[in-house]
């Protein structure tokens, strides 16, 4: 099948922009009226709070949440040149989650509120300058994946023990939101603090597209195209620990997004990784948009955690890449 | 595996023969002991054994008592031996009685048997009669019913007030109060916060949506019952937690009234519940003035 990459593009925003809209007005339960009839009918305060202060900052995020793990994924999987280099499976997700736990139990973010998304992009920052590190030159797949095991164990056991030090009892039985991301009941506050430096994020990595097209031929065949590849890997490195540690510290990690949404559009992009990059947004953000609307339909006492969908739908994939990249290695 | 077992052993042994020792020595001294030495594993029965014991008769209560916000006779706690809810903590006491609660592992439960320790088992009251049934056993068993029976009469007294001032208006003219616990956990029907909402004069919103207790209040289905009243615990935030963020949500601010507990008033259920239901009425007489 072959579609123009215009095409593509279109089909994939359109679809991103239905799901925001859908999810907009979804009626909480079965008894509850649509919203949006709700808000045309009658100038009704209850469902215009309903929509401007829990529907559009929940909305929202998961759309700008969504777009930055899908641009995070396909900018990390460029730069390591690594297919399976995803926020959530190498531990730069989980380094956020750290970082953000930090500012937010320390009392930090109840000063200034900004810690918390700075916490978490310096903890995603520094998971993703290890891993280049290590992993940088041309490492093989396991090298990067077993630094990634490693990374998340650290970052895990850290915040479990961030949480447990905390005095407030509350604390420990909150790694699950760390661990499994959930967009429940979110406020604009947190749209606010974690969206403007997703947005500068988003502008790195766009910026630095151009320049993965050439990479992708070779760094030595990029310098003699007038690449200067320190820059290009400063701003994918900069942009991905941008948009995942500002979305993690309000979403918690939210997994498999970035892994997923660009290997089932690089065939459709013509490998380009420019055009990957923008496809992958707009698909983070649609699959992102589409999980937050089953959460909520799903029937549970309690409402099911976002990283829950992402990783069943997922893992199953990387469990798939691994056999085809065994394949490819035999 | 093996280390643990025999290192276990260990301890059975070593807690068997000072047991022995102490009754012995029990038998030589001849005197009958004359106050009952009591220690508690849970926090709900430490909280009624400070409350009803004389201090001497005290000989452990657990760590969780030193926590205002989880017990109100946190600075009394403190003077006690305290121990973590487990058997092994006080097996070195000399003790008469041990009193365990619904949070009491069987496994604590099972060892206090077999070392024939008197025990007391008295669960969470989930009424204000469980409650009473709660504090009579204990009494009766510490030997402090007089002081019991008098804190009930007053408990019941004052709840007696309250039910006749309530009853002045009609009960389907009510306001709706919700609590709101950290987390968003409410209470709802066949709970001991339920029943002090009746005698205070409100309807529980949550059993408009048939919520139960320890059941989530949505925030969008708190905002479209509209309560009048939204009853929190007072937040100690020094250091915060996600769940206690959820009650300064930008779309929760100014909806309703709001009515703070300290979270130790009804962490454990004790006779100064009538003080929490007396508080809130205080609030619903707020509520109509304005």
Same mark, same amino acid.
């Given at each position: 099948?072959?579609?123009?990459?215009?095409?593509?593009?279109?089909?994939?925003?359109?679809?991103?922009?239905?799901?925001?809209?859908?999810?907009?007005?979804?009626?909480?339960?079965?008894?509850?009226?649509?919203?949006?009839?709700?808000?045309?009918?009658?100038?009704?305060?209850?469902?215009?709070?309903?929509?401007?202060?829990?529907?559009?900052?929940?909305?929202?995020?998961?759309?700008?949440?969504?777009?930055?793990?899908?641009?995070?994924?396909?900018?990390?999987?460029?730069?390591?040149?690594?297919? /399976?280099?995803?926020?959530?499976?190498?531990?730069?997700?989980?380094?956020?989650?750290?970082?953000?736990?930090?500012?937010?139990?320390?009392?930090?973010?109840?000063?200034?509120?900004?810690?918390?998304?700075?916490?978490?992009? !310096?903890?995603? #920052?520094?998971?993703?300058?290890?891993?280049?590190?290590?992993?940088?030159?041309? @490492?093989?797949? @396991?090298? %990067?994946?077993?630094?990634?095991?490693?990374?998340?164990?650290?970052?895990?056991?850290?915040?479990?023990?961030? %949480?447990?030090?905390?005095?407030?009892?509350?604390? @420990?039985?909150?790694?699950?939101?760390?661990?499994?991301?959930?967009?429940?009941?979110?406020?604009?506050?947190?749209?606010?603090? !974690?969206?403007?430096?997703?947005?500068?994020?988003?502008?790195?990595?766009?910026?630095?597209?151009?320049? *993965?097209?050439?990479?992708?031929?070779?760094?030595?065949?990029?310098?003699?195209?007038?690449?200067?590849?320190?820059?290009?890997?400063?701003?994918?490195?900069?942009?991905?620990? #941008?948009?995942?540690?500002?979305?993690?510290?309000?979403?918690?990690?939210?997994?498999?997004?970035?892994?997923?949404?660009?290997?089932?559009?690089?065939?459709?992009?013509?490998?380009?990784?420019?055009?990957?990059?923008?496809?992958?947004?707009?698909?983070?953000?649609? /699959?992102?948009?589409? @999980?937050?609307?089953?959460?909520?339909?799903?029937?549970?006492?309690?409402?099911?955690?976002?990283?829950?969908? *992402?990783?069943?739908?997922?893992?199953?994939?990387?469990?798939?890449?691994?056999?085809?990249?065994?394949? /490819?290695?035999? | 595996?093996?280390?643990?077992?025999?290192?276990?052993? &260990?301890?059975?042994?070593?807690?068997?023969?000072?047991?022995?020792?102490?009754?012995?020595?029990?038998?030589?001294?001849?005197?009958?002991?004359?106050?009952?030495?009591?220690?508690?594993?849970?926090?709900?029965?430490?909280?009624?054994?400070?409350?009803?014991?004389?201090?001497?008769? +005290?000989?452990?209560?657990?760590?969780?008592?030193?926590?205002?916000?989880?017990?109100?006779?946190?600075?009394?706690?403190?003077?006690? =031996?305290?121990?973590?809810?487990?058997?092994?903590?006080?097996?070195?006491?000399?003790?008469?009685?041990?009193?365990?609660?619904?949070?009491?592992?069987?496994?604590?439960?099972?060892?206090?048997?077999?070392?024939?320790?008197?025990?007391?088992?008295?669960?969470?009251?989930?009424?204000?009669?469980?409650?009473?049934?709660?504090?009579?056993?204990?009494? $009766?068993?510490?030997?402090?019913?007089?002081?019991?029976?008098?804190?009930?009469?007053?408990?019941?007294?004052?709840?007696?007030?309250?039910?006749?001032?309530?009853?002045?208006?009609?009960?389907?003219?009510?306001?709706?109060?919700?609590?709101?616990?950290?987390?968003?956990?409410?209470? &709802?029907?066949?709970?001991?916060?339920?029943?002090?909402? =009746?005698?205070?004069?409100?309807?529980?919103?949550?059993?408009?949506? &048939?919520?139960?207790?320890?059941?989530?209040?949505?925030?969008?289905?708190?905002?479209?019952?509209?309560?009048?009243?939204?009853?929190?615990?007072?937040?100690?935030?020094?250091?915060?937690?996600?769940?206690?963020?959820?009650?300064? =949500?930008?779309?929760?601010?100014?909806?309703?009234?709001?009515?703070?507990?300290?979270?130790?008033?009804?962490?454990?259920?004790?006779?100064? +519940?009538?003080?929490?239901?007396?508080?809130?009425?205080?609030?619903? $007489?707020?509520?109509?003035?304005?």
């Amino acid at each position: 099948m072959k579609v123009g990459f215009t095409k593509l593009l279109l089909l994939l925003a359109t679809t991103m922009l239905s799901l925001f809209c859908l999810s907009l007005i979804l009626p909480s339960s079965f008894a509850e009226p649509f919203l949006l009839l709700e808000l045309l009918s009658k100038d009704s305060d209850i469902a215009r709070t309903i929509f401007l202060e829990l529907r559009i900052p929940r909305t929202s995020l998961a759309l700008i949440v969504g777009a930055s793990l899908g641009l995070a994924g396909a900018a990390m999987q460029g730069l390591l040149r690594n297919p /399976l280099a995803e926020p959530g499976v190498v531990g730069v997700s989980g380094s956020a989650a750290l970082g953000a736990t930090l500012a937010f139990y320390s009392g930090l973010a109840s000063i200034m509120p900004l810690a918390l998304p700075l916490g978490g992009i !310096a903890g995603a #920052l520094l998971a993703v300058i290890l891993l280049f590190t290590i992993a940088g030159k041309r @490492a093989g797949i @396991a090298t %990067l994946l077993l630094a990634g095991i490693a990374i998340n164990a650290i970052a895990g056991a850290l915040t479990a023990l961030v %949480l447990n030090l905390s005095p407030n009892p509350f604390a @420990a039985m909150e790694i699950i939101f760390w661990q499994m991301g959930s967009l429940a009941d979110r406020s604009l506050l947190h749209l606010q603090l !974690a969206g403007p430096l997703m947005l500068i994020g988003w502008a790195l990595i766009l910026l630095a597209a151009p320049a *993965t097209r050439a990479l992708s031929l070779g760094e030595a065949t990029a310098v003699s195209l007038g690449i200067n590849i320190r820059n290009t890997q400063v701003k994918i490195i900069g942009g991905t620990a #941008l948009c995942v540690g500002a979305g993690v510290a309000v979403t918690g990690v939210i997994g498999f997004v970035g892994l997923v949404v660009p290997h089932l559009l690089r065939k459709l992009c013509n490998n380009d990784p420019a055009q990957l990059l923008l496809a992958s947004a707009a698909g983070g953000a649609s /699959l992102l948009l589409a @999980a937050d609307i089953a959460v909520r339909c799903i029937p549970a006492s309690a409402e099911l955690k976002l990283g829950v969908i *992402t990783a069943l739908l997922g893992a199953p994939f990387f469990l798939y890449l691994i056999f085809q990249l065994r394949k /490819l290695e035999q | 595996m093996g280390i643990s077992a025999i290192s276990r052993l &260990g301890l059975y042994i070593v807690v068997a023969a000072m047991a022995m020792s102490s009754a012995a020595t029990n038998e030589n001294v001849g005197a009958p002991a004359t106050t009952l030495r009591i220690a508690s594993l849970n926090l709900c029965t430490d909280t009624l054994l400070l409350q009803y014991a004389d201090p001497e008769q +005290i000989a452990s209560v657990t760590w969780l008592s030193s926590d205002p916000n989880l017990s109100p006779f946190a600075a009394y706690a403190r003077t006690f =031996h305290r121990n973590q809810g487990r058997a092994e903590g006080i097996l070195r006491r000399p003790i008469d009685l041990v009193l365990t609660g619904p949070t009491t592992s069987t496994a604590t439960r099972a060892m206090l048997k077999r070392m024939e320790i008197a025990t007391l088992h008295l669960d969470d009251a989930n009424s204000i009669d469980a409650l009473s049934r709660n504090i009579r056993r204990l009494t $009766q068993a510490i030997g402090q019913t007089t002081r019991g029976d008098e804190s009930l009469q007053l408990m019941y007294n004052t709840l007696a007030k309250l039910a006749r001032g309530s009853k002045e208006t009609a009960k389907d003219q009510w306001p709706y109060a919700a609590f709101i616990q950290p987390n968003g956990l409410t209470v &709802g029907q066949g709970s001991l916060s339920d029943e002090l909402l =009746h005698y205070a004069g409100f309807r529980n919103a949550a059993t408009l949506l &048939g919520l139960r207790t320890y059941q989530r209040f949505p925030l969008e289905s708190l905002l479209r019952v509209r309560p009048d009243l939204l009853i929190v615990q007072t937040q100690h935030r020094r250091y915060p937690s996600l769940a206690q963020e959820l009650l300064r =949500h930008p779309a929760l601010v100014g909806t309703a009234l709001r009515h703070e507990i300290q979270p130790s008033a009804l962490m454990c259920a004790t006779t100064s +519940i009538a003080d929490v239901a007396v508080a809130l009425a205080t609030t619903r $007489q707020r509520l109509g003035r304005l």
